[in-house]
Structures are given as structure tokens and as C-alpha cells.
């Protein structure tokens, strides 16, 4: 590398930020040493970007600060988590200057949108990969899981979905909303916090609407019946879906059901609830749009609003197929 591990630290990473209260030792020591307050739980995870898994040669090194830590965030928000410190460690084959800055202003750009501070990490030579471990911090007790669905509860998204499945689909001709949503998407923090205390289980969306409610309704062993006709689409996803053609209608139903890379929170709510927690998210700016009901069936089931079934072809993206 032109420059050394240690001028890559100091150049790009040491020093930029406002440092926390609750930060004891931050980068430059051996580890970081953080304080937590008594009744508050630690709130941890951990996501890898690598190149050609999970963005492409053609991914702006903004895109991947950005995305990196977005990621993380996301989860954080899926806890119900308040944020408060992330680690990062970065495989570099170079040290470009160009890119390290880019990298390194956008990822400082979203944390300290979010009070949060870079408190330590590794840099090594090797393939491009980006790790970022996140930290936040809940009142002991208050997690939001993705166990606790019951039957009858409503099931909602925030935001909306197929967004950046489009984005990636299109390739060509994307239009500066539908990149941004693949490129820099916006964890759902405030909505994470809202729904502390309401929300009966939570998962962000990262692999895809049907994949991601798949996993929270089987804690529980639950089954869900949703309405896709109503799924929330954006005025770009709509927009855009008018230059793909024949295929259009497919994806009009596809990509928010099957489509990754959205970080919306998916989160099942007691019907009791259920208008007041889409008021809450309305009064933070979160749009929120309830989809269908959790029931003791098997699977997902998806309705047309004419009511008849709507069969998805795929349904989610996974790094490890069932056979290999
Ligand atoms: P050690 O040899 O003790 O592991 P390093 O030379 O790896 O220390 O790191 C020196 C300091 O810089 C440590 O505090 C480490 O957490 C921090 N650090 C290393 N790489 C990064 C990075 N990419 N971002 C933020 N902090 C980093
Ligand atoms: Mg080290």
C-alpha cells in the first residue's frame, strides 16, 4: 500500500468525529473502552459487505461507507436500539486515496447523523471487504425480537418496499431516487424507538419482504395471510416499472415481496394497537402501511384484492442455496 496501515488510521478515520461521553478509550488504544449506564442492555451486530457479493465493481466508495454501516444500523433499529458506537474493519488490495476519503465521508456522514461514534477497528491488505460492528443501547427489558407474534396481530412496513430490488433489476437507465434507495439507504432508527413497548416482534428487511416475515413468524410457528395489492410502492418504483416493459407486472408484485436491500422494518403489532402505532410513525415522518394478519396456517399466503391467491416465484435472497 502507498500508505501504511497506520497512516491510513490517522488520515482517514482518527480523530473526526465528536467524541461521546460514554467513550473511555476510543481508536488509537489497544481497544476501545466503553461505559454503559446501569439498567440499560447492550445491544450488538455485526454485517460484511464484500466485492461482488454485496455490491458490484461499479459501487461508489460513498455508497459502500454509507452502506456499511447503514446495514448495521438497521438491525439496531430492528432492536429498538438507540445507537451509540460502531468498530470497522476494512480489507483494502491498495490504499487509494480517492476512495478512502470518499469511504470514509460518507460512513462519518450517516454516523454522526445518528450520535455515532468510530471507536476502534483493523485495516488489512487483502480483498475488498467491509465488516462494521454496531453497538445501541435499550432499557433493560425492552428489545424488540423477532419472537412474540401472536395470532390476529396486524402485520406492517414501514416506508416502501421494492425499491431497490428495481434499482438492481434495471441496472441501466435507474433513475437518482430508485440508486439512492440501493446505494444509501436510510435506517429506521426514530421508527425502531417508536415502537418499543407496541410492536410484538420486529425484523428489518434485508433479504426481502417474504424471506425476512418468514423468519419472525417461525419463531412462533405462525403463518400470515398478506394483501399485495396493497404492498407500499414508491412514485419511482412505479415510475420506473413503466420502462421495463412485458415484465412490469410480474415486478409490480415480485420486487417488494421477493426483492432485498430495502431496510424497512417489518414488525407485527396487536390489532388493539394498531392505528395508534401508525399515528406514532406518521408523527416521526414514517410512513407505515399495515399488509396483513399473523394466523396459526402454514406459510405466507399472499391475496389479490379481489381475493384470489397470488403465487410468488421466488422468494427471497439466500447466499447458501437448500442443495449446496
Ligand atoms: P493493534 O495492533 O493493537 O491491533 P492496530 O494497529 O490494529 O492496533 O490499530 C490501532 C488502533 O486503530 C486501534 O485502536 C484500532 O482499533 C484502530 N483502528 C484500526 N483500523 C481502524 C479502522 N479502519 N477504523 C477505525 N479504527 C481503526
Ligand atoms: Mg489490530
Redesign the pocket.
Known amino acids: 500500500m502507498a500508505e501504511s496501515?497506520?497512516d491510513i488510521?490517522q488520515h482517514y478515520?482518527?480523530g473526526r468525529q465528536p467524541g461521546r461521553a460514554d467513550v473511555v478509550a476510543g481508536?488509537?488504544?489497544?481497544a476501545?473502552v466503553l461505559r454503559v449506564e446501569p439498567g440499560v442492555e447492550l445491544v450488538a451486530c455485526m454485517d460484511t459487505l464484500v466485492a461482488g457479493v454485496h455490491f458490484s465493481e461499479t459501487t461508489t466508495a460513498a455508497a459502500i461507507g454509507h452502506k456499511a454501516l447503514a446495514v448495521n444500523l438497521s438491525d439496531l433499529a430492528a432492536m429498538g436500539a438507540e445507537p451509540a458506537w460502531a468498530?470497522?474493519?476494512?480489507s483494502l488490495p491498495s490504499s487509494d486515496a480517492d476512495w478512502l476519503r470518499a469511504f470514509a465521508d460518507a460512513f462519518f456522514e450517516l454516523a454522526d447523523s445518528h450520535g455515532v461514534q468510530?471507536v476502534?477497528?483493523?485495516?488489512t491488505r487483502g480483498p475488498l471487504a467491509v465488516t462494521v460492528q454496531a453497538h445501541g443501547f435499550v432499557p433493560a427489558g425492552e428489545a424488540l425480537l423477532r419472537r412474540g407474534a401472536r395470532p390476529g396481530d396486524r402485520v406492517c412496513v414501514t416506508g416502501t418496499l421494492g425499491d431497490a430490488g428495481l434499482a438492481l433489476h434495471k441496472r441501466a437507465g435507474v433513475s437518482p431516487g430508485l440508486q439512492a434507495r440501493l446505494d444509501f439507504p436510510q435506517p429506521r432508527i426514530d421508527a425502531g424507538l417508536a415502537l418499543r413497548g407496541h410492536a410484538s416482534a420486529v425484523i428489518d428487511i434485508s433479504d426481502g419482504l417474504l424471506a425476512d416475515l418468514g423468519h419472525l413468524l417461525e419463531h412462533d410457528q405462525l403463518g400470515a395471510a398478506l394483501q399485495v395489492d396493497v404492498l407500499p410502492r414508491s412514485a419511482d418504483f412505479l415510475a420506473g416499472l413503466q420502462s421495463v416493459g412485458a415484465a412490469g407486472e410480474a415486478l409490480f408484485y415480485e420486487l417488494p415481496l421477493a426483492a432485498g436491500d430495502d431496510y424497512e422494518l417489518c414488525f407485527t403489532v396487536p390489532e388493539a394497537r394498531c392505528n395508534e402505532v401508525v399515528r406514532r410513525l406518521a408523527e416521526i415522518g414514517c410512513a407505515c402501511t399495515v399488509i396483513g394478519v399473523v394466523d396459526e396456517a402454514e406459510g405466507i399466503r399472499c391475496h389479490r384484492e379481489d381475493g384470489e391467491r397470488y403465487y410468488p416465484t421466488s422468494s427471497g435472497y439466500r447466499h447458501f442455496n437448500e442443495t449446496g
Not at 481508536?27 to 489497544?30: H, K, L, P, Q, S
Not at 468498530?87 to 476494512?90: K, N, Q
Open positions: 496501515e497506520f488510521i478515520f482518527s481508536i488509537g488504544d489497544d476501545a468498530t470497522l474493519s476494512l468510530l476502534g477497528g483493523d485495516t
